[in-house]
Nanobody
């Protein structure tokens, strides 16, 4: 069983930055692929960024490529999402997710564990 706890959300002006953190329990964290997803009101949950287990390869949604950076610190069982040049359309609840495989996927149903989410609001 893996428990995920996100933190770092908040209110920021357009063009600003935030760093989200996701702390995970479990002794095999380094072997899990991790993902960040977001869900805006009235919309489906969508993939934002992912990082593979072991090697740490990354993959981004086109909408955030060049602005967001995902990283992980396996010694701390933590994954991060550094968000820069934020836009009002980035406003959403951001969720951290883990899957019991090293490979990144973008589909929500293939992630086994989810955090409770953290709100990010970008004002114009």
């Amino acid at each position: 069983q893996v428990q995920l706890v996100e933190s770092g959300g908040g209110l920021v002006q357009a063009g600003g930055s935030l760093r989200l953190s996701c702390a995970a329990s479990g002794r095999t964290f380094s072997s899990y692929a991790m993902g960040w997803f977001r869900q805006a009101p009235g919309k489906e949950r969508e993939f934002v960024a992912g990082i593979s287990g072991s090697v740490g390869s990354t993959y981004y949604a086109n909408s955030v490529k060049g602005r967001f950076t995902i990283s992980r610190d396996d010694a701390k069982n933590t994954v991060y999402l550094q968000m820069s040049s934020l836009k009002p359309e980035d406003t959403a609840v951001y969720f951290c997710a883990a899957r019991g495989d090293i490979v990144i996927v973008t589909t929500t149903s293939r992630y086994n564990y989810w955090g409770q989410g953290t709100q990010v609001t970008v004002s114009s």
